[in-house]
């Protein structure tokens, strides 16, 4: 993962707290939910997410390959279909889907950069939404097109929307990385960044310690 990667939103012609709240959602549901995003460096996507009320676990792993080939090394080859992702399990009565998109696309990574974030450079480190169902999938089309038609972005959005058929969670040491090495050059450059606009721009969605 390089050293040099960009902030996220270099494109973005829009602030994060200016962002349009998505016109299709999924209604709120008692039963707990998940959602798999994949936006370059897990490490980084994870740390965001990890702060948000209604979020309750995230977990770094990879998604889109094969059983053989999810783990670091093999997915870090580039020769994968897996990306580096993250599963969040999540309410719907204090977080929506269309509401986890909203931070995606506008705190997470930058949606614009096509099989790269950055230095990271590589399809591993592509930008998807891995839908679980018809219903993710329609609100993930349905977002990316506002986003497009408001002009939110200076380039055209290259998120793919790819079928989830498994997620395979990464080596432990992954899990939980930002937090646990904040200083760590990566992680100060490139993470806590995000973490500090989460903060900033979404301090109403974040989580009563």
Known sequence: ?????????SGMKVAP???PDPAVDIPAS?????????????????????QLDG???????YAGGTADTADYETVCTGRTNHAEAVQI??????ISFGQLLK????????????????ADIGRQYRSAVFYANEDQRRVAAAYIEQLQKAGVF?????TTLEPLDRFYPAEPYHQDYAA??????????????KVDKVKKYFGNRLRVR
């Not at 995606?104 to 950069?113: G, I, L, N, R, Y």
């Open 17 to 19: 707290d200016r962002f």
């Open 103 to 118: 931070v995606f696309f506008s705190v997470a990574h930058d949606p614009t950069q096509m099989n790269r974030q950055g």
């Open 30 to 50: 008692d039963a707990e939910q998940l959602a798999v995003l994949a936006g370059g460096c897990f490490w980084c996507v994870e740390a965001v997410y990890g």
């Open 1 to 9: 993962m390089g050293i040099l990667n960009s902030l996220v939103g």
């Open 89 to 94: 399990r999540f309410d719907p009565r204090r």
């Open 180 to 193: 646990k090495h904040p200083a760590q050059p990566y992680i100060a450059c490139n993470a806590i960044p």
């Open 154 to 158: 200076g380039g055209p959005i290259a």
């Open 55 to 61: 979020v309750l676990a995230v977990i770094s792993g």
